[in-house]
């Protein structure tokens, strides 16, 4: 009797595969940096004494932030201008004041009061439906970007989850195979242990990228919101004061005005800022979707697995290769021991036949995963333990009796057989786990998802936040101007409790 071989899986090949794909995925969520387009820029880098940055999309890139922050250099030199403008103006209304004051200025018609009458509610009421509409797109952009984050913080997630799923998948072929081989139940520990670190860099990139990602969106949220609601305060207060004629009033909304029209022009630069950094980040996803292969066109700063879609198909086709080998080794081993053990008479030969194991993978060069395919007469892996022990001889059983009843596997190798059967088993089952990772589909479809229905509404809520700021920031330039000039027709002048124009002083 000739002796039977045990099943044996080459699991180094998967395992080699694992850690190979793990040291890939590690990759994607190591930093907040895992998208980059292959579009550059030519925008002045304010780092390299704006030369131009020639880079592409890339957010661990400080120049990249810098170039990217400079596009909003109109609103910071308005802003700029507009406080030296002011302190020069406030300075000459100081020292003329200690010089002896002001002539005393000159009665107007009564069509000019009403026209700047006119002019101040005009350009008010403008300022307030704009601050509306800017408290209205703050909120939407808000939500929007949220909602952006949460998707790809979401596929971060997944990835841990799906990482941890394969690892106690692992753990478990460990558990089979410690007793039988000692070998790869170290590498598998070594296996394990490396994704355990993997899902901890995830959990911790999840956590830093959640928390700053708050930071950085409520910022802006508060800073637009906390800008507009003063800035309605003081516009509702100009209103009043221009009712009651109060002159000291007009003085304190011109001055504040001028504060909150600099803020105005800064948050205008930083909006656009804000949209141009919103405009590359869509178009980075964009284009991604729109042309996955990393050789014309990568964004993502991922190795192979993620970023290069034949490498991950080559791996998975060596993950269904071993299991393919192993199956077929397996059948043609059991036949071949069955013909052996069973004696039949020579009527019987054409009557014997055996039940060959399901392959659920294809022959080469592809060995694609197909469960579905197996022959319906053929025995399914799951299967294999209670089938195993009805064909088990045991160790003090006659071999007339084993036979007899057709049982004609040695009991010496059911252990180690049942363990690589049950690790087969382990590794099938959690093929489709292996495979989204191998793939990064997680990732992909949160790219998918962000490109095709959050990117347009997210960046239309940015792009209106931006336009909004920059008309409330004109508005507030002439507004305030008409508050100067106000000022200056009634100082000296008598007015009714809201009247538009002076009273007639008596002669």
């Known amino acids: 009797m000739s002796n039977f071989k045990p099943f044996q899986l080459p699991l180094i090949s998967l395992l080699l595969f694992t850690s190979v794909f793990t040291r890939n995925n590690s990759s994607v969520f190591a930093s907040p940096a895992f998208l980059r387009n292959n579009q550059t820029f030519s925008r002045p ?216 029209t600099t803020v105005s022009w800064i948050l205008t630069g930083f909006d656009f800022f804000f949209h141009i950094f919103a405009g590359d980040t869509c178009s980075a996803f964009e284009n991604f979707e729109q042309n996955q292969n990393p050789e014309s066109n990568s964004i993502m700063s991922i190795l192979s697995s993620c970023s290069n879609s034949s490498n991950s198909d080559k791996l998975m086709a060596q993950i269904g290769y071993t299991v393919h080998k192993y199956i077929d080794e397996s059948n043609s081993e059991i036949t071949t021991l069955a013909h052996k053990m069973i004696q039949t008479n020579e009527e019987d030969d054409d009557s014997f036949a055996i039940e060959r194991i399901c392959d659920p993978f294809s022959t080469a060069p592809n060995y694609i995963y197909s469960p579905g395919d197996c022959p319906q007469d053929s025995v399914q892996i799951h299967d294999l333990p209670n089938i195993l022990s009805t064909l088990t001889c045991e160790k003090n059983a006659p071999a007339e009796i084993c036979k007899a009843q057709g049982r004609f596997f040695p009991e010496s190798s059911y252990g180690k057989t049942m ?22 589909t997680p990732v992909k479809h949160a790219i998918s998802d962000v490109a095709l229905h959050q990117c347009k509404p997210f960046k239309k809520s940015v792009k209106l936040l931006w336009v909004c700021i920059l008309t409330l920031s004109i508005d507030m330039v002439i507004l305030t101007s008409f508050f100067i000039v106000k000022t200056y027709m009634e100082k000296g002048k008598q007015f009714s409790l809201c009247s538009i124009v002076p009273r007639r002083l008596p002669c």
Request: proline content about 3%; some cysteine; hydrophobic content about 45%.
């Open 45 to 260: 880098d304010p780092l390299r004494h704006f030369r131009l940055y020639k880079g592409g999309y890339d957010i661990r890139n400080k120049h990249y932030w810098a170039s990217a922050a400079f596009t909003g250099i109109h609103g910071y030199a308005m802003a700029g201008i507009w406080m030296i403008f002011g302190l020069g103006f406030g300075s000459y209304l100081i020292i003329k004041s200690f010089n002896g004051g002001f002539h005393p200025f000159i009665n107007h018609p009564r069509s000019y009061y009403l026209t700047c009458f006119a002019l101040i509610i005009t350009f008010t009421s403008i300022a307030i439906i704009f601050s509306s509409l800017i408290l209205v797109a703050n909120q939407s952009s808000l939500h929007r970007s949220k909602n952006l984050m949460a998707t790809i913080l979401g596929s971060a997630t997944t990835m841990k989850q799906t990482i941890e799923i394969v690892m106690r998948s692992l753990i478990k072929i460990q558990t089979f195979l410690k007793p039988y081989d000692t070998d790869t139940y170290d590498f598998l520990n070594h296996i394990t242990n490396q994704m355990q670190k993997e899902t901890i860099s995830i959990q911790n990139f999840v956590k830093e990228a959640q928390k700053a990602s708050n930071y950085a969106f409520k910022t802006i949220y508060i800073a637009n919101f906390v800008f507009v609601t003063a800035n309605l305060v003081v516009l509702v207060t100009g209103c009043v004061v221009v009712l009651f004629h109060w002159h000291p009033g007009f003085i304190i909304v011109i001055i504040v005005c001028w504060i909150l």
């Open 419 to 440: 363990a690589y059967i049950q690790s087969i088993e382990k590794l099938i089952a959690t093929y489709p786990d292996l495979q989204s990772l191998a793939g990064c």
